[in-house]
């Protein structure tokens, strides 16, 4: 068991007050503790944790690119196994590093099996350059570079399904998490160092700047994500769902209307077949996860 | 011990016996040699490496980056497009001060394709930190890697190094090689003591960002290095020549320049010929000597100056284009030459495999005596 | 003396960014509401609240930015954002 009340993360970092990324990199520090390496690739975490020489990371850390950090974490375990080292390799990637630049490289580092745990902090933007969409940015949500507008809802792709990308890999741990629930994504960064293998664990970390909320939302957005269905927290072993969050569902509106990313579903008028749309994602997530707790009849 | 060995089997022999903890190469013509055969060594236990199949070159320097960053001492090779593709990486690589050893097999770079001879691809990467030295022969390509491990791992320099020799031309072809044993190379080239390494016992950051405030001053640093490795360069190839005879300490090579009217300069295994042409041409009375870079970075313009002080011209070939310019030599050394009257000229010639011959560079010499330069030579009729 | 080899830095120096001028609002934490749960420890993007010796709860103003995640996830509503007072 690795000690959970040290704080690996350091005070002074610039993210934006209220950030779900920096809150994340603190929870996988802790679930990962001190015998860690972290491997970075560029974006906003790398930005605010490290101008030098004010870096915020107390473990070992190194960043080197946006898309090559599973190669580089490749060569920083190959190169521990060769000297008898015991640290265990931690990629820290956003999105966009996961989703789009950094796929070839991730998908040659897993089907080679190094063992490492990569982690996407998914904001589901590139947040770093300006709010713009990535493959992880859902369905109908305003970006800079999918805005609304008069013929367009934003966004018109949903998110790309990276955990099972992974997981046809042959990846041992595949698993999703959220800041909302701390317990839960620190015990599952411990369960994935400590799997041999090349792991992968996707933590929703919501962007107060790029979704367009106050910064105090933070936690009860990334609850809402849960509790609507259009963020399931999961397990899967050896490719098989081991483990799933079930909720009451609530409507899809409730989380939508929180951010001004989706304000274009509701003003000037409310876009029925949009949000009817979103809640098909949500409803298919519910049905493929299991995620619906049946309440008794009454 | 001397052995008759193909010029990429030599060189995979001896990279080797520097002990390379971590090796990760993508496959690409006219490199796969080296790295098939490294690939043996390891399936052999006969290299106690991680040798990493990556996806790409991309992913093959950065593969580097991370092991070397955590203590190890590296191994890469490429040529041409896999260069290309590495840009962004070796950029990286030498900001951030890491010591990693990369084979060039030279090729040139499409479109269109080529996976023939020329210098294009190291250099187009000359800008970018990494340390560049071009051998003649496979004897010096092979000694070489042993001298760049020495020189990249200097705490004075820790900057990465292209050992590069030309695709084909020496890479498959078969020349006898003095291959040092083990026990040589042991004693010339020391374990690999890391500057510093990620390490959960004293955590570092590595590859932290700078801000306008500290930027232009890690471009200096960088840029120091480059410089300092010289001097570094000049004492470990001397160390080398008292060891085991073979002296390459010169950052240049001057073959019969000690009378010479008319200067040669250029690079890699076209200076054999070239040596053979200057010999024919001196026999018939003609003064032409050699000027050889055989480390191109850090450029050493003084030496060059020097060389060339008291020819009345210099002819420059390149490999290479800098399109829209002039060839890259030919560029650093007219810098070099800046301030005398000794005319300048540049050839651009054997690009994407054309083989040049001593009857070119007795061509190339006649066109320099009569002041003609700044050319393609050798072009095929329909374009001119 | 140079500058740090790579651009490479020993943890430590982020402290020197004094993330509390940020602030706006201020968190208040009431002692007589607090249940020592430590979700606003836990859920902390700064890493800056930290338990007293009678395991009370007290931030570090010098790098508390004020985002509210405390105030807003404490179970006990034992926590009230002010208007900073500079």
Redesign the interface.
């Known amino acids: 068991m690795v000690d959970k009340s040290l704080e690996l993360f350091d005070s002074g970092h610039r993210a934006c007050g209220g950030c779900g990324a920096a809150l994340a990199a603190r929870l996988v520090l802790k679930g990962a503790g001190k015998n860690t390496i972290v491997v970075s690739s560029t974006g906003c975490m790398e930005v605010f944790s490290t101008p030098y020489p004010e870096t915020a990371w107390k473990v070992p850390w190194i960043h080197s690119l946006f898309e090559n950090a599973a190669a580089v974490a490749s060569g920083v375990e190959a190169s521990l196994k060769k000297q008898g080292r015991t640290e265990k390799v931690v990629i820290m990637g956003g999105d966009g590093a996961t989703f789009d630049i950094g796929m070839i490289c991730i998908s040659g580092a897993f089907e080679r099996g190094h063992d490492f745990t990569y982690i996407c902090y998914d904001n589901e933007a590139y947040m770093n350059t300006g709010i713009q969409r990535s493959g992880a940015t859902p369905y109908d949500a305003s970006t800079t570079t999918s805005p609304a507008g008069k013929c367009s809802f934003g966004n018109k792709r949903p998110k790309k399904d990276m955990p099972q990308i992974l997981a046809a890999h042959g990846a041992p741990y595949v698993a999703t998490a959220s800041v909302a629930y701390p317990a839960d994504l620190m015990q599952k960064v411990e369960k994935a160092i400590n799997t041999k293998g090349p792991c992968y664990l996707q933590v929703h970390a919501p962007c107060c700047t790029g979704w367009g909320f106050e910064g105090e939302q933070t936690i009860a957005i990334a609850k809402l994500a849960i509790e609507t269905g259009l963020w399931v927290n999961f397990e899967m072993i050896d490719g098989k769902v081991a483990k799933v969050k079930k909720v009451v569902r609530k409507p899809v509106e409730e989380y939508l209307k929180t951010q001004k990313r989706f304000r274009h579903l509701f003003k000037p008028k409310r876009q029925d077949a949009e949000i009817a749309a979103i809640q098909a994602i949500a409803d298919r997530n519910a049905e493929k996860y299991g995620i619906d707790i049946k309440l008794k009849k009454e | 011990m001397m052995e008759i060995t193909e010029g990429s089997h030599a060189i995979a022999k001896i990279v080797a016996r520097c002990r390379p ?2 090796v ?1 190469a993508y496959p690409i013509t006219p490199q796969t040699h080296i790295v098939e055969a490294l690939a043996d060594y390891v399936a052999d236990c006969k290299l ?3 040798y ?5 070159e ?3 320097l ?11 001492r ?1 191994y890469s090779a490429t040529t041409s497009q896999g260069l290309a593709l590495m840009f ?2 070796c950029f ?1 690589a030498a ?4 010591p990693i050893i990369m084979s060039i097999a030279n090729r040139a770079l499409g479109a269109p394709l080529s996976i023939w001879n020329d210098q294009q691809d190291s250099i187009s990467l000359r800008d970018s930190g990494w340390l560049q030295f071009y051998a003649e022969d496979n004897q010096e390509a092979t000694d070489m890697h042993i001298i760049a491990y020495k020189v990249a791992e200097d705490h004075s320099v ?1 900057l990465p190094v292209f050992v590069c020799f030309d695709g084909f031309i020496l890479s498959h072809t078969y020349e006898p090689v003095d291959m040092l044993p083990q026990e040589d190379v042991d004693k010339y080239l020391p374990k690999f003591t890391p ?2 390494k ?3 016992e004293d ?9 306008p405030e ?1 930027y232009h ?2 471009r200096y ?1 960088i840029d120091r290095a480059a410089k300092r490795a010289a001097d570094v360069y000049r004492a470990a190839a001397k160390d080398f020549a008292g060891m085991f005879g073979r002296d390459y300490s010169g950052l240049i090579e001057e073959y019969r320049m000690e009378d010479a009217e008319t200067a040669i300069v250029a690079m890699g295994s076209i200076c054999g010929t070239i040596k053979d042409a200057i010999d024919e041409m001196r026999d018939a009375g003609k003064k032409v000597g050699l000027v050889r870079i055989r480390v191109f970075r850090p450029f050493p313009d003084k030496e060059i100056a020097q060389a060339l002080a008291k020819t009345k011209r210099v002819a420059v070939l390149d490999k290479n284009i800098s399109l829209g310019s002039k060839g890259a030599v030919a560029l650093e050394v007219k810098d070099a030459m800046y301030g005398k009257t000794i005319p300048v000229l540049n050839y651009i010639l054997g690009l994407g495999g054309r083989d040049v011959r001593k009857r070119d560079i007795a061509a190339i010499v006649a066109l320099a005596e009569k002041g003609e330069g700044d050319m393609f030579y050798g072009l095929r009729k329909e374009v001119l | 003396m140079g500058l740090a080899v790579g651009c490479r830095a020993k943890p430590g120096k982020a402290r020197d960014n004094r993330t509390g001028s940020w602030r706006v609002f201020k968190p208040s934490f009431d002692r007589g509401k607090c249940t020592k749960c430590g979700m606003c420890m836990t859920l902390c993007p700064e890493g800056c609240i930290h338990q007293t010796e009678e395991e009370f709860v007290e931030p570090d103003y010098t790098y508390c930015k004020g985002c509210g995640i405390c105030a807003e996830e404490c179970p006990g509503e034992a926590i009230a954002m002010k208007q900073e007072e500079k």
């Open positions: 903890q971590v990760s106690d490496a991680d990493i199949t990556v996806e790409n991309m992913s093959a950065s593969a580097c980056i991370g092991a070397s960053a955590a203590g190890s590296v962004e990486a990286n900001g951030m001060r890491l820790l500057y510093e990620l390490d959960a955590p570092i950051s590595f590859g932290m960002y700078a801000t500290y001053e890690f640093e």
